[in-house]
């Protein structure tokens, strides 16, 4: 059996920028694996060839085999993987895409660590949405209540549209088929967008755990981040989606998505976002830092890796700095 030429891991600088990819690709009962740089799927009806540097998330669903060889190829490219249940409406586990630099996670610990600055990003975020009203002096109760007069209001204006009867939002989590059509559907494009902003934020080197709005799961600013696109994106789609009937809801909805999420950028929206949100500035992509492992210093802050500080070390001046240590 002839043997696989080994490939190159991609350098940084070689990727794909997370906003210029396609935002993700759900596949089930099929088999993944890899052919020199491009993930090969096949079930009964074929194979297709995906270029893995070019995909932002792939969602695994149900009766899904993967080879080694094409996690390594997916890990690589920095290509977010995420394991999901039936009809893609689950969330059970994923793959870390490539990161670097800490810088932003720094920044993002620092922001949520602190009262005032917590507050100032979660109305930041806010803002966001409330384009024609002050909100720098509200609660987050006051917020709250007014995302929520704005959510129901949303609801209601796209069932008079579309003619799709709303009764709130139900559903089981274990269960996708035990709700209604609407709520199948927004079930469906909620899980997609969440996927998408997870590999964002994974991929810019955020912790998907530390929210400023939602907290307590590991999740948190995914669900913070994706709150900002519902209302114009997933929602829309799925009451308009449903007032179609499809055949199948769950992959019409999906494949919608993947649509309005290429032709509104919303992969480069979330990515200036996000900069916006830690760093208060929407300034365009910075070069890729490839130098990024230093060591911590209290006075510099930082000082390079990889060097030798222990010149003029001896076992005299260790014993003696080790005495004084005890006897601190």
Known sequence: MPTEQKMDKPSLQSLVQVKDRMSFLYVEHCVINRQDSAITITDARGTVHVPAAALSVLMLGPGTNLTHRAMELIGDAGTATIWVGEHGVRYYAHGRPLTHSASLLIRQAELVSNMRSRLAVARKMYQMRFLD?????????????????????????????????????????????????????????????????????????????????????????????????????????????????????????????????ANGHILERMVKDIRYLLLDERAEEQELETEILYLWDERKNRVPNGVSYGKGFTEESWEVGYGTLLES
């Not at 799709?164 to 997609?192: F, M, Q």
């Not at 994974?202 to 209302?231: M, N, Q």
Request: glycine residues 8%; contains cysteine.
């Open 133 to 261: 009203e002050d909100v720098s002096k509200m609660t987050m109760q006051q917020l709250r209540g007014r995302e929520g007069a704005r959510v129901r209001s949303t609801y209601r204006m796209l069932s008079k549209k579309t003619g799709v009867e709303w009764n709130g939002r139900e559903y089981d989590p274990s269960d996708y088929s035990a709700g209604d059509t609407i709520n199948k559907a927004l079930s469906a494009a909620h899980t997609c967008l969440y996927g998408i902003a997870h590999s964002v934020i994974a991929a810019l080197g955020c912790s998907p755990g530390l929210g400023f709005v939602h907290c307590g799961h590991e999740r948190s600013f995914v669900y913070d981040i994706a709150d900002l696109y519902k209302a114009e994106l997933t929602i829309p789609i799925a009451f308009y989606t449903t007032a179609e009937n499809p055949e199948e809801i769950g992959s019409t909805v999906r494949r919608k998505v993947r649509d309005a999420v």
